[in-house]
């Protein structure tokens, strides 16, 4: 079986009026199905950039990404867009939830992009907020929520279409360390019940010890993969 993602002499370079920034500079890589890997890297050092392009939120310069064997190079927006919502989930650290929506409704909403209907939303979100341990709290809204209970929102969100990927940006960046342990939890059983591939940037040694995988960008190159 072919890799999750494949990743061949991956470039990106910004443009900042007359400089040229290399963001990425020739990155070669494979991530498996089913595996949890965590990046870190200075400030700068490519991650986020490289993040961004697993998401198809951003184009490589050069060379190749493959998403389950399908490349977004000759896609349309509306075309990326469907893979975003069908492949991919993300958590990002400021959770970007809908300030006067509950959680159960912020849980649906990349299922009302698919079109699913009303009712089957409803029972799918509710699933998804059952796996995250916020049955109870359906019905709250991001206010009466903890930090801590937000992002496991957020996380409901990013699973509720059963995705392949889930790509975490500092998921733990605005919590507590206990907090913090609490989320890693989750995404640990996650991984490891349903087999869901993660992949999350982090700054934190020990949140990046809960991955089975640790990269290390540095200057837009990997540096380490072990």
Do not use: W
């Amino acid at each position: 079986m072919e890799p999750l993602i494949q990743i061949r002499d991956l470039v990106k370079i910004y443009h900042l009026g007359e400089v040229e920034v290399q963001a990425l500079g020739g990155v070669s890589l494979s991530i498996e199905r089913s595996e949890f890997v965590a990046i870190m890297g200075a400030s700068g050092s490519g991650k986020s950039t490289f993040m961004n392009i697993l998401g198809f939120l951003d184009h490589p310069t050069s060379g190749e990404y493959l998403l389950d064997g399908r490349s977004g190079a000759n896609l349309s927006r509306d075309e990326l867009a469907e893979i975003r919502n069908q492949k991919i989930g993300f958590v990002f650290q400021g959770f970007n939830l809908l300030s006067r929506t509950s959680a159960l409704e912020n849980v649906q909403l990349p299922l009302i992009y698919g079109q699913i209907l009303s009712k089957r939303r409803k029972e799918m979100a509710q699933q998804a907020l059952s796996a995250v341990g916020l049955e109870g709290r359906a019905h709250h809204h991001p206010s009466q929520l903890s930090g801590g209970e937000q992002q496991r929102v957020a996380i409901a969100r990013a699973l509720v279409n059963r995705p392949s990927i889930l790509l975490a940006d500092e998921p733990t960046g605005n919590l507590d360390s206990k907090t913090s342990g609490e989320i890693m939890a989750i995404f640990q059983r996650l991984n490891g019940e349903t087999g869901i591939t993660i992949v999350m940037i982090t700054h934190e040694q020990d949140i990046a010890a809960y991955g089975k995988r640790k990269i290390l960008f540095r200057d837009g190159r990997l540096a380490s993969d072990s």
